[in-house]
């Protein structure tokens, strides 16, 4: 991870510089600024010449002084630096800034001279090397080769052409070293008649050595704001991936233990999201010990409910073997079987509640209509005449989302709890409503209550309070468990209370609340 959030800013970094460093519009601007200033210079030196250099004889015939001329153009050219060429209409050289003709002496080249002082020659290789490179990603088209033949003419420059047909002209080249050379021809002209051309070609290292410098300044920053960013990448990555690497390895110990000597950091105090993944980590693995306690704890129940109708079958049936009463054989079955039923019946119960989560939470909510399901159990109920009445009370379009299935077994829980415990004569009332975003449902008997203290402990899984006139081992005592885990699996709240008139217990009431959406 270290690696890649440090490849990812740099980069960023790295377009972000490549960017900047494409100076191809900043070159051509340079060039053109060169250009134009060139050709202010090469007529402000046609207008010295067609001032001073230019003679009118008796038939107005303008004539060049060849000896005037260049010795304008070599005292001119002191100025700029710039190689100044004068040539005739007929396209022969007039005169050269760079030839000296001097009389018995011939003519004599003078070469610009490098200023003093050592060259780096490997600082110039890399300097030509990098600049080429970014001169190949600018996609600059190939300019043509600049060629100085050694007997010049106007033939061999077309801007020189130009300029004796009257119009002023600016050439950019490449010599054989890859370098640039400007020029710019312009016409001497003296009463709209030319008289020749002034040819300016100066070297583009100027403009190279300020694309240079902006570049090697951009480098500067870059390598500045690199540095700064492997920095900050490696500290980022620290402060990511060292507590990811504590959480994975806790995460691992806790895997591999048998106990809880083994805890998630607890890195809530970040305030970010891997403060929330640890929090959530540790809420997760306090869940999942608490699902290991729940199912040990599950498993010790049913060891301990099993083993009671199991004692009592065994007891049974090693008397039996040992009877000769007829009449006492015939009861001691009649034992048998009853915990043989009981025994069918917890086991039946048992596994719905072991299956009950996953069914849960594989199984999509559909809508319930609360009115339809409590009016078809409570006819359902009406219909056995010995029982207590059920009265059933439901407002019209009360929906919830919820298991079909699952709700009736909920309310077929707890109205055959309530008809159990309701008296001869007396009835059982089921009632549903709306209070906000909530459904609220009760089941009221007329029975003896809830034992005090017991309101919560009923939920209990194989807690069991029946009436005394009950046979013992009808009910498996999972009943009001089952029924408390599907109301919170559907993010409801099963709860129970005495229903209390002038300080006298009148009967039992479960609530039911049900989210509506």
């Known amino acids: 991870m270290t ?27 340079l060039i053109h600024s060169e250009l134009e200033a060139m050709a202010v210079q090469a007529e402000m030196y046609a207008a010295a010449l067609s001032t001073s250099a230019v ?10 002084k060849i000896e005037v001329a260049r010795e304008m153009v070599r005292r001119l050219v002191g100025i700029t630096g710039a190689r100044t060429r004068l040539f005739a209409t007929n396209g022969s050289l007039l005169a050269d800034s760079r030839s000296i003709q001097s009389l018995g002496a011939g ?14 020659a490997f600082a110039d290789i890399m300097r030509k090397l990098t600049d080429g490179i970014l001169t190949l990603f600018e996609g600059e088209q ?68 300020a694309l ?3 570049r090697l300044d951009i480098l500067k920053i870059f390598v500045f704001a690199f540095g700064i960013t492997v920095l900050l990448s490696i500290y980022l990555a620290g402060v990511i991936t060292r507590p990811l690497n504590r959480l994975a ?86 034992i048998i079987a009853e915990d043989v039923q009981r025994l069918d019946r917890l086991i039946s119960d048992i596994s719905d509640y072991s299956r009950m989560d996953a069914e849960l939470s594989r199984a999509e909510s559909e809508e319930v209509d609360l009115g339809v399901l409590l009016y078809t159990l409570g006819e359902l109920y009406n219909a056995d005449a010995e029982g207590p009445r059920i009265r059933v009370s439901v407002p019209e379009n009360l929906n919830v989302p919820a298991l079909e299935s699952r709700l009736t077994q909920v309310f077929r829980n707890l109205i055959s709890n309530a008809i159990t415990f309701t008296p001869e004569g007396g009835e059982v009332r089921v009632r549903a409503w709306r209070d906000k975003n909530w459904a609220v449902i009760t089941v009221e008997d007329d029975g003896p209550g809830i034992p005090p203290g017991k309101e919560e402990a009923i939920f209990n899984r194989f807690y069991t309070e029946r009436p005394a006139t009950e046979k013992f081992g009808q009910h498996s005592g999972l009943g009001l468990s089952i029924s408390k885990r599907i109301i919170a699996a559907h993010n409801g709240e099963l709860s129970a209370q005495n229903r209390v008139v002038r300080d006298e217990v009148k009967g039992a009431v479960f609530t039911i609340r049900l989210p509506l959406d």
Do not use: C
Not at 180 to 207: C, D, H, N, W, Y
């Open 107 to 120: 003519t004599i080249q003078a070469e610009q001279l490098p200023p003093p002082g050592e060259e780096d």
């Open 3 to 29: 690696w890649r959030i440090l490849a990812v800013n740099a980069l960023a970094l790295f377009v972000l510089v490549a960017g900047i460093l494409y100076l191809g519009r900043y070159k051509q601007e």
């Open 142 to 209: 190939p300019l043509p080769l600049y060629v100085d033949p050694p007997v010049a003419s106007a033939a061999d420059y077309p801007e020189v052409r130009a300029a004796l047909a009257g119009y002023s002209r600016g050439v950019v080249r490449v010599d054989s070293e890859g370098r640039r050379v400007l020029s710019v021809s312009v016409p001497v002209a003296r009463f709209k008649q030319v008289l020749a051309s002034v040819m300016m070609t100066k070297s583009g290292e100027s403009i190279e050595n």
């Open 249 to 334: 390895r806790a995460a691992e110990r806790v895997r591999r233990s048998k106990n809880r000597q083994f805890a998630i950091p607890d890195l809530s105090d970040r305030r970010d999201e891997i403060g929330d993944l640890s929090t959530t980590l540790r809420d997760m693995t306090e869940t999942l010990w608490d699902r290991m306690d729940a199912i040990e704890r599950f498993a010790a129940d049913v060891a301990h409910e099993i083993k009671n109708p199991l004692t009592s079958l065994r007891s049974a049936v090693e008397t039996a073997t040992r009877l000769k009463d007829p009449e006492r054989q015939r009861r001691l079955m009649e």
């Open 55 to 64: 003679s009118s004889s008796d038939d107005a015939t303008n004539r060049v």
């Open 212 to 214: 240079h410098a902006v």
